[in-house]
């Protein structure tokens, strides 16, 4: 069941005391439980049987993200050391000029080694599960903007072209779809800002620091302004709320803007050093985005775990080639 709470999304209440009372006359998915101790809640069993969502970057599953990176051998190999366990996993996966698409295309749960090839609109795709798979989805030129669009725990093969500003997706359960949104220049991605399961289309201007949302749950366009030229807008949730953050790191300054549109409040963070690639990802499994970068200089990932604040740091070999780039890239829009 899933508790009506905002805050609360995709697990129940955490304040069980032993003295439940249900009463089910709320609507078909919705009841009234009472705990003698902590009082009313409203519980929403709607979604129980709705996907997991697969973290950014988690390619063991484990519900955390890994520390990644792919770098330049001639051709590409991806390194990833598993959170479970702390080994290695080694792939030889692509070219140096490919742009890097990893997520859950089968929906196992588990990312998968993925690239586009800009040069013939292929992605190919080494899924954890259901093999290869080499699906051509557009041109070159395009930006590759995957997502899960339908809400059914695979992510789903997208493209947004620039000349015309229209998206190209192929859901892998309601089909295919296009969707006019942005102009050439805009910085596109696909987050869920609104907290329903769907990824909505979003695009970010440089130019006014504007946030163009279309949201999967209403019809109606957003449009908050966030962030100035020269930044770099992120794709995260560091509340846990189910809801991504309109986030932006500024590397003049290595400061991070996190806003959360539905309650108007706003941090600001300092972390980093000139030169770092923001990687903010779950790396500590409680539900929400921790504060990370990469440092390529010294090969090293930095973070602040959400969950207690501890500062981690870890140097990561990788595979020892050149050009390292770092995952989780989900959460850096082209």
């Not at 789903?156 to 969707?179: C, F």
């Amino acid at each position: 069941m899933v508790c009506g709470s905002e805050f609360r999304q995709n697990a129940l209440p955490n304040t069980y005391d032993g003295n439940w009372a249900v009463f089910p006359f709320l609507g078909t998915n919705k009841v009234l439980a009472g705990d003698l101790t902590y009082g009313l809640l409203v519980l929403d069993a709607g979604g129980v049987g709705n996907p997991l969502r697969n973290r950014i970057s988690d390619f063991d599953g484990d519900g955390k993200t890994d520390i990644s990176e792919v770098s330049n051998f001639g051709d590409d190999t991806w390194a990833i050391q598993r959170s479970s366990d702390g080994n290695y996993n080694y792939y030889g996966w692509g070219v140096p000029t490919d742009k890097l698409v990893n997520g859950d295309f089968d929906g196992d749960g588990k990312a998968d080694v993925a690239v586009w090839r800009g040069a013939n609109g292929t992605w190919y795709l080494n899924q954890s599960s259901a093999g290869y798979r080499f699906v051509q989805w557009g041109v070159d030129g395009d930006v590759p903007v995957t997502g899960d669009y339908d809400a059914d725990g695979k992510t789903d093969i997208a493209v947004w072209r620039p000349s015309t500003g229209v998206w190209y997706i192929i859901q892998s359960t309601l089909g295919i779809r296009t969707q006019q949104w942005g102009v050439a220049g805009d910085r596109p991605f696909a987050g869920d800002y609104d907290g329903d399961g769907k990824d909505d289309i979003v695009v970010w201007r440089q130019s006014n620091g504007g946030w163009y949302i279309i949201q999967s749950s209403s019809s109606i366009p957003v449009q908050i302004g966030w962030g100035q030229q020269a930044d770099k807008p992120l794709v995260a949730d560091f509340n846990g709320d189910g809801r991504a953050d309109l986030t932006v790191f500024r590397p003049s300054t290595n400061t991070w803007y996190i806003f959360n549109p539905f309650t108007g409040l706003y941090r600001t963070y300092v972390f980093g050093e000139m030169g770092d690639i923001p990687v903010p990802g779950d790396y500590d499994g409680d539900g929400s985005d921790d504060i990370a970068v990469f440092r390529p200089i010294n090969r090293t990932w930095y973070r602040l775990n959400s969950s207690d604040s501890a500062y981690i740091n870890l140097f990561f070999w990788g595979s020892g080639g050149s050009s390292p780039k770092p995952l989780p890239n989900s959460a850096q829009p082209e």
